[in-house]
């Protein structure tokens, strides 16, 4: 399985930025994780594979938003009023087979850099 998210630039607060993620395998639960500079990487985001359920990291519920078009199998993370702590690289991650959790994967891609200026 391959992961491609692409998306990722620099925003003033306030602001929305769309992040996608494209992946090669049969649809798994997906989720979105980000990391600031000296950080671990936490939680933002995650879809069922077939798009009925979401979850969400309280820092980001109610301004991002994950959706899924599975017909691309293809994961998108809308990121509206924007923060500077939003700042961060931010990494789509899959399951290669289930875990029953909206934590676990097997997969990262590539991370995406998000700015978010003052």
């Known amino acids: 399985v391959q992961l491609q998210a692409s998306g990722g630039g620099l925003v003033q607060a306030g602001g929305s930025l769309r992040l996608s993620c494209a992946a090669s395998?049969?649809?798994?639960?997906m989720g979105w994780f980000r990391q600031a500079p000296g950080k671990e990487r936490e939680f933002v985001a995650a879809?069922?594979?077939?798009?009925?359920?979401?979850h969400y990291a309280d820092s980001v519920k109610g301004r991002f938003t994950i959706s899924r078009d599975s017909a691309e199998n293809r994961v998108y993370l809308q990121m509206n009023s924007l923060k500077p702590d939003d700042t961060a690289v931010y990494y789509c991650?899959?399951?290669?087979?289930?875990?029953?959790?909206?934590?676990?994967?097997?997969?990262y891609g590539q991370g995406t850099l998000v700015t978010v200026s003052s």
């Open positions: 395998g049969p649809p798994y639960t």
């Open positions: 991650a899959t399951e290669t087979r289930p875990h029953n959790s909206w934590y676990e994967y097997d997969v």
């Open positions: 879809i069922s594979w077939n798009g009925g359920m979401t």
